[in-house]
């Protein structure tokens, strides 16, 4: 409750110093494009579908650990490749290290002990953001883990003084585009859970495009000199949530990540269970 009511009291004091409209209403503003009187109306409540969040590259369906509990419902479904050019570029050390990493995903991918993912991975988990939209300043509130993020656009060519699981993001508009420059983020979040790593050198620019009333054009290209052989790109659609009442609710996974965290050490636990490997 405290981290929902920080994000409402954090985006109500936006809409407050900079005259931004509210969203994630049923009676939400359509997104307009953009007029010589100002940018697009990105306000709203949105979500990425699909299997990004697993696997950025895609591929067939797969059993996954929560299958001995779940069956079925655990499986990890198939997904589409959102990669341009179909293949991450890593460098041959990079990518002996990824192997590694999906070797036993489940027991280091950091979103699995809720560690803040990140971006841009904190945009296509499967739960929805709220954008809350003004003059200088974006505020994206994220219903994964109570996470949120500011993007300065008074801040030109600015730097954090320390990296942030967030990063620093620094936003300008090109048109009717959103376009966010994501630095100073820590080396420890991955971009999916197939073992997508990078380093503190990472640095990400988004790009949202509005592309009619309820669907927004989302692009990121990484760059990382340390774990990839050039820049690549991903690009998928958000989806404005129209139901009534949409908003964001609370997903504090902190509890959920415990027993796969700490399992092992709880008195009677099994030491000789298999992990879990070459699931992708």
Not at 105 to 133: E, M, S
């Given at each position: 409750m405290k981290a929902k009511l920080l994000a409402c009291t954090v985006a109500s004091l936006l809409v407050a110093l900079t005259g931004c409209g509210q969203g994630g209403q049923s009676s939400a503003p359509a997104v307009q494009p953009s007029t010589p009187a100002g940018p697009p109306d990105l306000n709203g409540v949105w979500q990425a579908l699909g299997s990004a969040h697993w696997n950025l590259e895609g591929g067939h369906a797969i059993k996954g650990p929560a299958t001995a509990v779940l069956g079925a419902l655990g499986g990890i479904p198939a997904g589409h490749n959102y990669v341009e050019g179909g293949e991450?570029?890593?460098?041959?050390?990079?990518?002996?290290?990824?192997?590694?990493?999906?070797?036993?995903?489940?027991?280091?991918?950091?979103?699995?002990?809720?560690?803040?993912?990140?971006?841009?991975?904190?945009?296509?988990?499967?739960?929805?953001?709220?954008?809350?939209?003004?003059?200088?300043?974006?505020?994206?509130?994220?219903?994964?883990?109570?996470?949120?993020?500011?993007?300065?656009?008074?801040?030109?060519?600015?730097?954090?003084?320390?990296?942030?699981?967030?990063?620093?993001?620094?936003?300008?508009?090109?048109?009717?585009?959103?376009?966010?420059?994501?630095?100073?983020?820590?080396?420890?979040?991955?971009?999916?859970?197939?073992?997508?790593?990078?380093?503190?050198?990472?640095?990400?620019?988004?790009?949202?495009?509005?592309m009619g009333d309820n669907h927004i054009d989302y692009e990121a290209t990484i760059e990382d000199p340390n774990v990839f052989t050039r820049p690549w790109t991903i690009k998928m659609p958000l989806y404005r949530r129209v139901e009534d009442n949409a908003r964001v609710l609370e997903y504090k996974c902190v509890p959920f990540g415990e027993d796969a965290v700490y399992g092992h050490l709880r008195r009677g636990a099994n030491r000789n269970e298999p992990t879990v490997k070459n699931l992708f």
């Open positions: 991450i570029p890593y460098t041959d050390d990079a990518a002996g290290k990824r192997a590694e990493y999906r070797a036993e995903w489940n027991q280091w991918d950091p979103a699995v002990k809720c560690h803040i993912p990140g971006i841009p991975r904190q945009t296509y988990l499967p739960l929805p953001f709220h954008i809350v939209q003004g003059d200088n300043k974006v505020f994206i509130g994220y219903e994964w883990g109570s996470n949120s993020r500011i993007i300065h656009l008074d801040r030109p060519g600015t730097r954090a003084e320390l990296p942030s699981w967030m990063g620093y993001s620094v936003g300008r508009w090109e048109g009717n585009t959103l376009v966010v420059e994501v630095t100073d983020q820590m080396p420890d979040t991955w971009l999916d859970a197939t073992g997508t790593h990078h380093s503190e050198a990472l640095k990400v620019t988004e790009r949202y495009t509005p």
